[in-house]
């Protein structure tokens, strides 16, 4: 009887729970009641939530809108009158009280995959659209990180956001830029989650690429509790190196060259390079697949004033404008203060072609007027490379701390059991590899060595990829396959299954490549077991303990040592 009793106890709770469950989900607030719950927050200076329509190629969801107000004042960088304003939209797939089903709460999957941005950001989808994510179930958001293009005068998002009217520097704006902005996008979109679903995810992922990439690293350093796992491909880290290290080879062209050298001139170098370095590792692709291995130098093309010399023959000073554009900042001609770019790299080709002195990239065009200089008047073309070292110097001492995002401990993302993968397209016209390679290396050496850090984070090198995701690198080049990496992060996370490679190919479709080729973690091996080429299946991954270009020429910038370097000058 008293066993009966119990039972009978146990299914009225079961019966009441349920009918709780049920009474909890019709008080959750549909899309439409969002905003104005969000309105009622301190922090929270505009919200908009509406369901957006299906479309052709979109499921329908409830999209929200946010500005972000929560920090104002000096003590946060802001003059008086100014505050934060940032900028978030979340997309959410539709939940039961608006129609969803299929997932676990409407048509939710219980999981977070925040978008990374572009650039310099200052729009909402910088880095991409939220829908492909949405679309897949997940809860989906990105930034502006706090600025607009209304920032810079109207124009496009560019750097002089971080310039007061006065000419003093809007710190407020840069942290929300390099950290404060991501941080409150993480927050919201966990709070949006809550709110609409009445649980929290599962798990949370981070996607993004370039500054989407120092992005992700910027969170597992500073935020290590935020994201399960995170997605970082061709990060922007080393901002404070990279980003002027973008304008070195116009100010060398100019000083060696005397000016921009002919496109015709550049494509040669680049395919005099891919001649000579191809067959490094015994199969002739057209692939760098080492490209740290390649020594190449523009001086065998310096035209020898015979008959035979081609029409693309180099003059000495072009070529050595093109091996200081592949060797980097080196000063004096011993110490290198950052990499540049990889012999093989389109030098004109591609979206960015920062090898052209006629139209540099904007971002280190910026960076010296806005950020370094605070004179947005200032012309590079007076740059010296003496005096652009020194400049890049400056930029090191005035924003390293901020926006350096370099720290190689991560110990607290390792220890809380975040797992992050990273990718670098070799042939990168615009970040340099070599920075990962670098900064891997010194999380590795903080972890205790490879075996350590491989546990957590792993790096997959893209032989001749260019930047993310394009697709005019060398010939052959299989790309980057983001989707596939974010899928094997998300196995990884789930179910512990730790990527060794991922098959890439020619082709955004598949079903149209001519080449597959795994990609290795780093810094394991491509090995060919013999065949077609042109097959993934003939090729295996050898594993080894130790990165055979080890670079040790590259740490952290003593900042206290160069403030002593340019007070002496």
């Keep these: 009887m008293k066993s009966k009793l119990l039972l009978l106890g146990w299914t009225t709770a079961l019966m009441a729970s349920a009918a709780f469950a049920t009474q909890a989900a019709q008080q959750l607030p549909g899309c439409a009641g969002l905003a104005a719950q969000l309105l009622a927050n301190k922090d929270i200076s505009a919200a908009t939530s509406a369901v957006q329509a299906a479309t052709a190629t979109d499921k329908s969801y409830c999209l929200v809108n946010i500005t972000v107000s929560a920090l104002s004042g000096p003590k946060d960088g802001y003059l008086p009158g100014q505050k934060q304003m940032v900028k978030v939209a979340i997309g959410l797939p539709l939940s039961t009280a608006d129609g969803g089903s299929g997932g676990v709460q409407g048509s939710w999957n219980g999981r977070i995959q925040d978008i990374g941005g572009g650039g310099f950001a200052g729009a909402i989808g910088s880095g991409g659209p939220i829908t492909p994510a949405v679309d897949t179930g997940y809860a989906s958001s990105s930034t502006d990180t706090g600025h607009s293009a209304s920032d810079n005068g109207g124009g496009a998002a560019g750097g002089a956001f971080a310039l007061n009217p006065d000419g003093t520097l809007n710190w407020g704006k840069i942290r929300d830029f390099a950290f404060n902005g991501i941080h409150e996008q993480s927050i919201w979109t966990k709070n949006l989650v809550q709110m609409y679903y009445g649980r929290k995810p599962q798990y949370s992922y981070w996607n993004g690429c370039s500054t989407g990439g120092r992005q992700g690293h910027q969170q597992a350093q500073k935020y290590p509790d935020q994201y399960d796992g995170i997605l970082a491909g061709d990060s922007a880290f080393n901002w404070d190196r990279f980003i002027p290290a973008e304008l070195w080879t116009q100010v060398v062209q100019k000083q060696e060259a005397g000016g921009q050298i002919a496109f015709a001139k550049l494509n040669a170098a680049t395919q005099a ?11 002739p692709d057209g692939v760098i697949q080492e490209p740290r291995a ?20 180099l003059t000495a000073g072009e070529a050595s404008a093109i091996d200081k554009t592949w060797n980097g900042v080196i000063e004096n001609g011993i110490i290198r203060d950052w990499f540049g770019l990889e012999r093989g790299t389109p030098l004109v080709a591609g979206p960015f072609g920062i090898a052209l002195p006629s139209s540099p990239f904007g971002i280190s065009t910026d960076w010296f007027q806005y950020w370094v200089f605070q004179n947005p008047a200032f012309d590079w073309h007076t740059f010296t490379e003496a005096s652009f070292i020194q400049a890049m110097k400056q930029g090191e001492i005035k924003f390293h701390d901020v926006i350096g995002t370099d720290d190689p401990n991560l110990s ?10 990273t990718y670098h397209g070799l042939a990168d016209e615009l970040i340099f590899p070599r920075g990962t390679y670098n900064y891997y290396n010194r999380v590795a050496e903080r972890a205790g060595g490879l075996k350590n850090v491989q546990k957590f984070y792993r790096f997959f090198p893209y032989p001749g990829g260019i930047h993310c995701t394009g697709d005019i690198g060398q010939p052959n080049a299989p790309l980057v396959n983001a989707n596939d990496l974010f899928q094997a992060l998300v196995n990884w996370v789930e179910h512990g299954a730790a990527p060794d ?12 490549a001519t080449v597959s080729r795994p ?8 090995i060919f077991k013999g065949g077609n080429t042109n097959v993934a299946s003939n ?31």
């Design 273 to 283: 390079a891919i001649a000579a370095c191809d067959g490094l590792d015994g199969i």
């Design 294 to 313: 390649c020594r190449f130098s523009a001086r065998s093309l310096v035209c020898k004033g015979q008959p035979g010399d081609s029409a693309t023959c």
């Design 412 to 421: 607290p993302f390792r220890e809380r059991g975040g797992k992050m993968i």
């Design 501 to 512: 490679s991922i098959v890439a190919y020619n082709n955004p479709d598949k079903t149209q």
């Design 519 to 526: 990609i290795c973690k780093y810094p394991d091996k491509l």
């Design 539 to 569: 090729f295996f991954c050898q594993h080894q303990e130790q990165d055979d270009f080890l670079l040790t020429d590259i740490v952290v910038p003593d900042i206290g040592a160069i403030k002593d370097i340019l007070s002496e000058r």
